[in-house]
């Protein structure tokens, strides 16, 4: 009477991991990794003089990794220049430090965090500030609200597509913006030359 042959599943599982080893690892072609996230996060402290070197490097990612044009890399450097400098000034107090997050799609859109430290003298919550963006937007039809309080309704509202607040977990307020990638707005001149609000970047 012959032997049963009796499976070995530990030589079947060296056999498989040996086959998986030798398998090559898939390398992800040059659009995949075009489509992929980059996220670049940075801490400034909160003082003005740093604000030229995130001023620099924002034009520099927009214009080099992001697919958008020259134009708008220069209102994206408004854009989180005017965040960074809310933070800074209102949610922050001296010797703490505010976060900066950028996350690029490629060709598709590109989107900015900047959080305070919720260390301001003044706090305000995610609600309140959202109140006070929506109602500064209305205001801005009706009468001049002036440099400095035009920021967020005028720069950042009206070049961007997304504009949210959230409270941060630690304390403090995450403002989030982002941008959708559209050719055809680059094709039209946005300028408006009987508003006294606007500013010409070029």
């Known amino acids: ?3 049963p042959v009796t499976p070995n599943p530990i030589g079947q599982l060296e056999q498989t991991v040996e086959e998986a080893q030798k398998a090559p690892t898939p390398v992800p072609t040059s659009d ?32 080099n990794l992001t697919g958008f044009s020259e134009h708008w890399a220069f209102r994206f450097q408004a854009v989180v220049d005017e965040l960074c400098n809310n933070a ?10 505010i976060e900066i997050k950028f996350i ?15 260390t301001a003298k003044e706090k305000m919550t995610a609600r309140q500030l959202t109140e006070l963006y929506q109602e500064r937007k209305q205001l801005m039809t009706k009468q001049y609200l002036g440099f400095r309080g035009r920021g967020l309704p005028k720069i950042v509202g009206e070049w961007t597509d997304e504009v949210s607040f959230e409270d941060a977990p630690q304390g403090g307020i995450i403002v989030k913006v ?12 946005s300028t ?11």
Do not use: W
């Open 1 to 3: 009477m012959d032997n």
């Open 32 to 63: 995949q990794l075009l489509e992929r996230p980059l996220e670049i996060s940075m801490t400034l402290p909160t003082q003005a003089y740093f604000l030229s070197g995130i001023r620099d490097f924002t034009l520099s990612l927009t214009q």
């Open 88 to 97: 800074i000034e209102h949610g922050s107090a001296a010797g703490h430090t």
């Open 104 to 118: 690029s799609i490629r060709g598709k859109s590109l989107e900015v965090h900047v959080q305070d430290s919720g």
């Open 178 to 189: 982002k941008k959708y990638l559209r050719k055809e707005e680059d094709k039209l001149s």
């Open 192 to 202: 408006q030359q009987n508003d006294p609000t606007h500013l010409v970047l070029k």
